[in-house]
């Protein structure tokens, strides 16, 4: 039987954001309760805010910006996996042991991050799981096309640039701020739709996993 699993979060007021970042602003502009024709919302976000794509301009001066990423990137067969980490990062021995498939253009981590999800209300989180720079270039190695995790970075907080770069200057896409609580482990169609923001380094993102 055919599922969709909606691997999106809500974008919210209460949703954590990175530090530093803007805070969500969503609000009533106008109401019919106070005479207007219609209700109308205004929001105001940063472009990696909840569920989002890394364009490479993010972290590389010059390099595409989001509109002109490859859909072709965006969609198709994708894998899950969880990953058990061990340490305080995702090393390489982490995603040997994940059980990766031969072949897989697109890969989603699932990891502890995920429980996060569970308790917005505690603010950003600092200890999330992450791929150190070692584990990117893993990824890079083995042919992997499209990456996404399960928190608002595929970085480690500490020290975020340099994984960034080793994924994004080959040429990869990054999701960031995956909600896999429901996803299980396995083989899915992935449908992964950026805003289609002019010159900018990222979008939110409504992504869908679907499995038959």
């Not at 954001?17 to 209700?39: C, H, M, Q, Y």
């Amino acid at each position: 039987m055919r599922e969709i699993f909606d691997a999106t979060l809500t974008i919210s007021p209460g949703l954590p954001t990175w530090p530093g970042d803007p805070k969500v602003v969503l609000e009533r502009f106008s109401r019919i309760e106070d005479g207007a024709d219609a209700n109308i919302s205004r929001m105001a976000i940063g472009v990696h805010t909840g569920t989002h794509v890394d364009a490479p301009y993010h972290f590389v001066e010059g390099a595409k910006t989001v509109e002109h990423l490859d859909l072709n990137l965006l969609t198709g067969h994708a894998q899950v996996v969880f990953v058990e980490v061990k340490g305080e990062d995702i090393e390489v021995s982490d995603l040997q042991q994940a059980g990766i498939p031969r072949g897989t253009d697109r890969l989603l981590l699932k990891t502890r991050n995920s429980g996060y999800w569970e308790r917005i209300e505690d603010g950003f989180q600092q200890d999330f799981a992450a791929l150190s720079p070692e584990a990117a270039q893993y990824l890079v190695d083995l042919g992997i096309q499209l990456v996404g995790i399960d928190y608002l970075s595929i970085a480690p907080f500490k020290e975020g640039k340099l994984t960034h770069q080793v994924l994004l200057r080959a040429g990869m896409v990054v999701i960031e701020g995956l909600d896999l609580r429901a996803v299980q482990p396995g083989r899915y169609e992935l449908y992964c739709l950026p805003l289609k923001l002019a010159e900018t380094d990222g979008a939110p993102a409504r992504v869908i996993l679907i499995r038959e």
